[in-house]
């Protein structure tokens, strides 16, 4: 849903079990979020792949794959 938090994200995400989390951030907010999310799962040893989709500018959808963002779609 809208407005979530990345621990809620995260929490959200271990509880479900999920194959996948896929991520649309159009805010602008999206490699702070992202890698807070990324941060979390490695924390936990979680390694569910993470996309993302939204208004990326190339340059971050470069920083986001170095740390570990499975894909980044604009």
Do not use: N
Not at 43 to 55: A, D, E, K, L, M
């Amino acid at each position: 849903g809208l407005h979530q938090t990345p621990q809620m994200v995260v929490e959200a995400a271990i509880q479900e079990d999920v194959d996948i989390v896929g991520l649309s951030i159009l805010s602008g907010a999206h490699v702070p979020l992202v890698t807070a999310i990324k941060e979390m799962f490695d924390q936990r040893q979680v390694s569910t792949p993470i996309f993302v989709g939204g208004i990326i500018p190339p340059d971050d959808a470069k920083l986001l794959k170095s740390k570990g963002i499975a894909a980044v779609f604009g």
